[in-house]
């Protein structure tokens, strides 16, 4: 199976390599006459790519310990879904999954461009096999999952994967993530193919609509679900803690996010041709910085992997990104100028553009602060760290004027705003948004931001509540319908749009939950005897019974915790876990959690004290935790009814 999975890496690489090269030269002499078999090279290029990855998934299944990645990452202990998700919990494995997704969607888009124009593919085609070429050379080459063990005999047993990447979460959201950042390859080959054919109409635009959505929409539920892992395995009571590696997910998310914006003011306008191919660039270029950083060992982090030496290999090809996209811009620059001027300072497009530059500066801050620490040691010789409150002191303000700017979005005409119809729009959503920070000062919330926040997540639900008020009486008086009918044929009449303010309300609930949840903590560390209880935010907690635990992967001690609301009303039985595994000897915390509309309640267990009779514990009650993750379904949601509308077009 080794020298099946070599030999399959091999012809997969050949493949990208003649389709890049192919793909090139043809778009050059302007010879179309073979771009079938250029799609159907990129199509079977990505079915081998998969058939790679299916032969490590059958290594693992079947405990094959002559495969080095497998002995080192898997055990026979371990159940099948870890083995599997062991495939991509090392540096080999991940590399492999990179590198088949980006063959894969490759694979679709030769599979269905056919109908795109014909000066467009052979690029479009040289594009993405030069993205797949890098990762299969670095496959390859570097981190080949299919070595040998040398050890001169088959180890009866292998050394089981990272106990913190043993849950459930790991199995989806490592490869969730992936396919956000892959898919970004995408809209990048449609950007960069648009400027070597010359193609610069709406083309590319509208054809890597739904790729760009598609990509956006597997980095945000990746993100989130890496958040909600950290929630439940690291047993730190949150969700994020602008960690070097949390954050190179987000620099992507931060730009693609800006991009999606901005193409929308392009296609309707023909405005921010230039800005938007360095967006995109930039952000498929941040994928790439991402996958450096937790691979290069230049920062510390749990979520990194080991340090190894294809760094250097990373940091060549994102020079070579951003010096191919520069020179095409500059031989393109006149093609590229604006099709028409800002006709006013007070316009949706303004709006667009400032919510652009805030998101773009949130992006650079984190950027900064990811890679201070490598700037002060090369610069000083002492590695100087950046923590928690460098990044909140700088993007709580910058996220709170996005805010603020979304919810003016709805009410600003595109073109040229009128200041009449603006105040009448948004008399009642302001009048609403400084009601609420009123009424949240004068019931004792103690903080400025934490006020802000909530009231400007009433001001962009309103808002949009006041767009769809508007068409529903314009529906009602000129369709003679009933006013909820009009709002139902107003919804229907812009799906896009009105899924796309979906989103924003989403955005406007995750706000509400993770101003809660940080401003609102209680964390209370605590010991008890079994029999014994402890009163924290109105819950009662006793301890019933410590178990010792055993399997045939694992050791550990499991307390049996009741808690009790006041009146002594049974609230949830809690079995926080402390566990110790037996092949690596690492420890890992399991946390017992309730999850409550209201807050969470959640309870780890940290020890026994040297008599063994009195457990420690540590509690946080996270008020209305649980809306980050509603908000981020909403936000999926609306995501969802764009991509799959069959006349998709961000033109609304």
């Known amino acids: 199976m080794n020298i099946l999975g070599q030999i399959l890496l091999f012809s997969a690489w050949s ?68 083995k599997i998700t062991a495939i991509w919990g090392g540096m080999d494995g991940s590399m492999l999954l990179w590198a088949v997704l980006i063959t894969f969607f490759s694979a679709i888009v030769g599979l269905t ?19 797949g070429l890098f990762f299969l050379t670095v496959v390859l080459y570097f981190t080949n999952p299919f070595r040998f063990l040398q050890a001169g005999f088959i180890p009866p047993e292998g050394n089981g994967l990272n106990p913190l990447l043993q ?49 956006w929409g597997f980095l945000t539920a ?112 006149k093609a590229l100028r604006p099709e028409r001027r800002l006709e006013s300072l007070f316009s949706r497009e303004v709006v667009f553009l400032i919510n652009n530059l805030i998101f773009v500066s949130i992006c650079f801050a984190t950027f900064w602060g990811v890679m201070f620490p490598v700037f002060s040691e090369a610069l000083t010789g002492t590695k100087q760290a950046i923590g928690i409150p460098f990044f909140n002191a700088i993007n709580i303000p910058l996220f709170l004027m996005m805010l603020f700017f979304m919810a003016l979005g709805p009410l600003v005409a595109w073109k040229k705003g009128n200041i009449k119809n603006f105040l009448r729009q948004a008399s009642v959503p302001f009048f609403s948004a400084v009601l609420l920070a009123v009424i949240l000062t004068w019931a004792g919330v103690p903080s400025f931001y934490s006020i802000l926040s909530y009231s400007l997540s009433l001001l ?13 009486k314009q529906y009602q008086r000129t369709a003679k319908v009933s006013y909820p009918l009009g709002m139902l044929a107003s919804w229907k009449a812009h799906r ?47 301890l019933n019974e410590l178990k010792d635990l055993e399997n045939e992967n694992f050791i550990g001690l499991q307390g049996l915790v009741t808690a009790y609301r006041p009146g002594m009303d049974l609230y949830a039985s809690l079995q926080p876990e402390l566990r110790r595994y037996k092949k690596n000897g690492e420890s890992t915390t399991e946390v017992a959690l309730k999850m409550g509309l209201k807050n969470d309640l959640y309870l780890i267990l940290a020890g026994l004290n040297e008599a063994g009779d009195r457990a420690s514990f540590k509690v946080f009650i996270n008020p209305l935790q649980v809306w980050l993750w509603f908000g981020v379904l909403i936000m999926l949601l609306g995501t969802l009814l764009i991509v799959t509308d069959k006349n998709l077009s961000i033109n609304e």
């Not at 078999?37 to 058939?51: D, E, K, P, Q, Y």
């Not at 124009?117 to 096999?129: A, D, H, R």
């Not at 960069?192 to 739904?210: N, Q, T, V």
């Not at 950290?230 to 602008?242: D, K, P, R, S, V």
Request: with cysteine; net charge positive.
């Open 167 to 215: 849950n459930p979460y790991m199995a989806i959201h490592p490869p969730t993530l992936y396919l956000g950042f892959t898919a970004f390859a995408v809209p990048y080959a449609f950007a960069l193919a648009s400027l070597l054919s010359g193609k610069l109409d709406k083309e590319w635009i509208r054809y890597s609509c739904r790729w760009t959505l598609i990509a």
């Open 15 to 82: 493949l990208v390599l003649v389709g890049f090269l192919t793909g090139g030269i043809l778009g050059f002499k302007q010879n179309y006459r073979y771009n079938f078999l250029l799609r159907m090279g990129t199509v079977f290029a990505g079915l081998i790519g998969v058939s790679a990855l299916v032969v490590l998934a059958v290594l693992f299944l079947n405990d094959d310990y002559t495969n080095q990645y497998v002995w080192q990452h898997s055990n026979r202990g371990m159940s099948d879904i870890y």
């Open 460 to 472: 962009i639900v309103m808002a949009i509540g006041s767009e769809f008020h508007q068409g529903g």
């Open 496 to 542: 896009r749009k009105s899924a796309g303010y979906l989103v924003h309300i989403g955005v406007a609930v995750v706000a509400v939950g993770i101003t809660a949840s940080m401003s609102g903590k209680i964390e209370k560390e605590f010991s008890l005897a079994v029999g014994e209880s402890y009163q924290v935010g109105g819950y009662q907690l006793e």
């Open 113 to 131: 461009s056919g109908k795109y124009s014909p000066q467009l593919i052979p690029y479009l085609v040289c594009v993405l096999n030069s993205s």
């Open 222 to 333: 990746g993100i989130t679900l890496g958040g909600h892992w950290a929630y439940l395995e690291l047993g730190w009571g949150g969700f994020w803690a602008w960690d070097p590696v949390e954050n190179s997910s987000f620099l992507p998310w931060l730009l693609g996010t800006a991009y999606l914006h901005s193409v929308l003011v392009q296609e309707k306008k023909g405005l921010l041709k230039i800005w938007n191919i360095f967006l995109i660039t930039g952000t498929y270029g941040l994928t790439v910085f991402g996958t450096f950083l937790t691979r290069s060992g230049i920062v510390q982090s749990v979520h990194s992997f080991a340090k190894t030496n294809i760094g250097p290999a990373f940091l060549i090809y994102l020079g070579l990104l951003l010096t191919v996209a520069v020179t095409l811009v500059w031989w393109r620059r």
